[in-house]
């Protein structure tokens, strides 16, 4: 079983950066397909980006596209969501979450998902 921690949230300007980390732990973090998420209260929770294992491909939200970057670090068993030029609708609770290979952008298919931590964008 795969525990997942995520850190790096914060209260940011728009048009700042923040770079969110998720720490796997006691399960199989390099040979999992990884996916971030973000959640704002009363609504759905949505796909922002998801990596393959190996971290040769990656696909993003048509609303991140351009501006927000996932990668990995098999090494260290962490996950990252660079976010650069932060939109107050980028503001929910994100939260990163692991799947079975191949990468997929469905909530549904993926197993393990962290608390969440908090990004506020202020205008």
């Known amino acids: 079983q795969v525990q997942l921690v995520e850190s790096g949230g914060g209260l940011v300007q728009a048009g700042g950066s923040l770079t969110l980390s998720c720490a796997a732990s006691g399960g199989t973090f390099s040979r999992s397909a990884m996916g971030w998420f973000r959640q704002a209260p009363g609504k759905d929770r949505e796909f922002v980006a998801a990596?393959?294992?190996?971290?040769?491909?990656?696909y993003y939200a048509d609303s991140v596209q351009g501006r927000f970057t996932i990668s990995r670090d098999n090494a260290v068993h962490t996950l990252y969501l660079q976010m650069n030029s932060l939109k107050p609708a980028d503001t929910p609770t994100y939260y990163c979450?692991?799947?079975?290979?191949?990468?997929?952008?469905?909530?549904?298919?993926?197993?393990?998902w962290g608390q969440g931590t908090q990004v506020t964008v202020s205008s």
């Open positions: 979450a692991a799947d079975s290979p191949p990468y997929s952008t469905s909530i549904s298919a993926y197993d393990y």
């Open positions: 990596i393959s294992v190996s971290s040769g491909t990656a």
